[in-house]
């Protein structure tokens, strides 16, 4: 069972997962604040992600690239005429919406035949004009809608310290392009060999029309991208694509343990797919709010590297060490947003159990890996024996130390912050040395002694 949306924002608010960004003030649309136990889980997948495509392989490198780029990267990259949404205007409130999420929400309530096979990603902006024009679809609001246009979604911003001599810069619609322009630099200082890909994780920012759907679509956001490089004539790009399709899915599988039943793969139709792009997969999950994108998979040719060496008039070809023959290398691209990694781990975790909610997150992945609680508070030498205890697994595991209300309050916490086990020190501990060990999932208990908890918690931890 999909829990709602609003079951996954109650939850993430209500124990320190995702707050709503100055909330104070009011907030602010599509943005929000990881709190002390999503900066935890949020860090713990960038590593997971970091590990396994970048320290595990011998044919990546890491980058880390400003977010402030020179605006002619922008030019160069095709953002600043083509990085758009189709937008379109109430005529009575002035509250702007995306005319394709208008159309589809639209479409959900439909029965004509002839709309059935209207693929909504297909259509140009001037079609969905056509389309909100000839059925008379209105706002969210009952209100007639303006014309679509295209509404670029590049944040500008202004460098320099004299007013009205500042340069007009963006903050970057995506990584990627730090990637594509460090290109040579990264080939120089590593004598890199083709295929090899360069990778980084870092913050991106779109000013979305549409607000709504939690972290899955924000101003501010993490991706996690790929750009991987190679020879088109020494590599065929199609067995790479599928090899990269199966290592996408095998990390959000295996890695985060997320249930395959709730993906699928999709081909973008050639009306959908980018400019750049000869091929392109989308891993889609089954959200709250239905089936979208989580990552992408594109092969954009040697495009890119094209596009920057026009307009920079600096050479971007790799020269075979063996053959000496130059060539401007094809690339595979990976793209997945961390965040959404995120919403679907809660989502793909949330679990009710009779009258409890636990997240069932994977054990190296959960903000805490044990509880550690003393059977009751005010007794001293139970404080005292679980205070050692606690400070002695710190350096082993991400371990939590609660002694807050009654002990079956404090199982249900941890269940929902999804801590995988919980040990208690009671009475008999002072005597048999042995706590009591209970599972997240099915709330079993056994007792373990002290001296086998580090053995057995990294046994149960790594399965």
Avoid at 33 to 50: C, E, Q, R, T
Avoid at 129 to 143: F, R
Avoid at 224 to 247: G, S, V
Wanted: charged share 25%.
């Amino acid at each position: 069972m999909i829990p709602t949306l609003e079951e996954i924002v109650s939850l993430a608010k209500r124990r320190g997962f995702v707050y709503p960004t100055s909330e104070i003030y009011g907030g602010l649309t599509s943005s929000y604040d990881y709190g002390p136990m999503g900066s935890v889980l949020l860090k713990n997948i960038k590593d997971a992600w970091w590990q396994e495509f970048v320290l595990n392989r011998d044919d990546m490198y890491g980058l880390d690239s400003q977010i402030l780029l020179n605006p002619q990267t922008w030019i160069a990259s095709g953002h600043i005429n083509s990085f758009t949404d189709p937008l379109v205007e109430d005529k009575i409130t002035h509250l702007r919406y995306r005319a394709d999420h208008i159309i589809k929400n639209w479409l959900k309530n439909q029965k004509k035949s002839e709309l059935d096979q209207l693929n909504v990603n297909d259509l140009s902006t001037a079609e969905m004009g056509q389309i909100i024009k000839q059925y008379k679809i209105t706002s969210p609001d009952g209100n007639e809608l303006t014309p679509p246009k295209d509404f670029n979604i590049l944040f500008e911003t202004a460098i320099g310290a004299v007013a009205g001599e500042k340069s007009l810069v963006y903050l970057r619609g995506e990584t990627a392009q730090g990637i594509f322009s460090n290109f040579k630099q990264v080939l120089n200082s590593t004598r890199a060999k083709l295929p090899f890909g360069i990778g980084q994780i870092g913050k991106s920012f779109r000013n979305e029309i549409t607000s709504g759907q939690f972290l899955f679509r924000q101003l501010e956001f993490e991706q996690a991208e790929i750009e991987f490089f190679f020879d088109p004539t020494q590599t065929n790009w199609q067995e790479l694509m599928d090899d990269w399709k199966e290592q996408m899915f095998s990390f959000v599988t295996n890695t985060l343990s997320i249930n395959s039943k709730n993906l699928r793969w999709r081909r973008h139709t050639d009306q959908e797919r980018s400019h750049y792009s000869k091929e392109t997969f989308d891993l889609d999950y089954h959200f709250s709010f239905g089936w979208d994108e989580l990552w992408g998979l594109a092969y954009r040719t040697d495009y890119d590297l094209k596009q920057h060496m026009q307009h920079s008039g600096e050479s971007l070809e790799y020269i075979d060490p063996n053959t000496h023959q130059k060539v401007i290398p094809h690339v595979m691209e990976p793209a997945v947003g961390i965040d959404r990694l995120f919403l679907m781990m809660l989502t793909d975790a949330y679990k009710t159990d009779y009258d409890r909610l636990y997240l069932d997150l994977k054990p190296s992945l959960a903000p805490y890996q044990i509880a550690v609680f003393p059977l009751l508070r005010n007794k001293p030498e139970l404080i005292s024996l679980a205070t050692q205890l606690h400070q002695s697994l710190k350096s082993k595991f991400r371990a939590s130390f609660d002694d807050r209300g009654n002990i079956g309050k404090r199982y249900l916490y941890q269940d929902e912050i999804g801590t995988p086990y919980c040990l208690t020190v009671d009475f008999q501990s002072l005597e048999d040395k042995a706590v009591t060990v209970r599972d997240r999932n099915s709330t079993q208990q056994e007792r373990v002694k002290i001296d086998k908890l580090i053995s057995y918690l990294t046994k149960k931890i790594s399965e």
